[in-house]
């Protein structure tokens, strides 16, 4: 593992991970020993997420939680999986910001207030439509037999 006193300790992490072969796990204690922080700890936390962003920029891999375990390379092959689960986060807070909007004090509202949030209203509206349909595209899109060439093997 490389170590160097010129590097920030998210670039340290990041190029270790980067020379592990797909599939390989590196527990909380090794990573905690490599960036020299205590886990669990913010700063390790922090760390970690920073090195994330480094290893997929620099270094094209990508690393998924084992749940109190460490981390795991993430195998080329499940690549589409690891990017499925941070849109599903994101179609949750969009959800989380459209219910905001459900229950917001429109009579309560100034007149300016009202006018910007039926703009953004509308806007969301039709956005949420989108998404609900990028959703079940990518539902389809992602399994491992994809439906239509299934259709054709027939």
Not at 5 to 31: F, P, R, W
Not at 33 to 42: G, H
Not at 57 to 71: A, L, M, P, Q, S
Not at 83 to 107: C, E, V, Y
Request: no cysteine; hydrophobic share 35%; aromatic share 8%.
């Amino acid at each position: 593992m490389v170590l160097l006193k010129d590097k920030k300790k998210q670039e340290i992490l990041a190029e270790n991970l980067s020379t592990m072969d797909y599939g390989t796990v590196i527990n909380h204690e090794q990573i905690a020993q490599l960036i020299d922080e205590a886990y669990p700890s913010t700063k390790y936390n922090s760390t970690v997420t920073a090195a994330k962003k480094i290893l997929l920029r620099d270094y094209g891999k990508v690393i998924e939680n084992i749940k109190k375990t460490g981390y795991r390379i993430v195998q080329p092959d499940n690549y589409t999986d690891a990017s499925m689960s941070h849109f599903r986060r994101g179609f949750k807070a969009m959800q989380k910001g459209t219910d905001t909007l459900a229950g917001a004090p429109i009579n309560d509202m100034t007149e300016e207030g009202r006018e910007t949030y039926r703009r953004v209203y509308d806007r969301v509206v039709t956005l949420q439509a989108s998404m609900n349909g990028v959703k079940a595209e990518l539902k389809t899109l992602t399994k491992k037999e994809h439906p239509f060439l299934a259709a054709m093997k027939r």
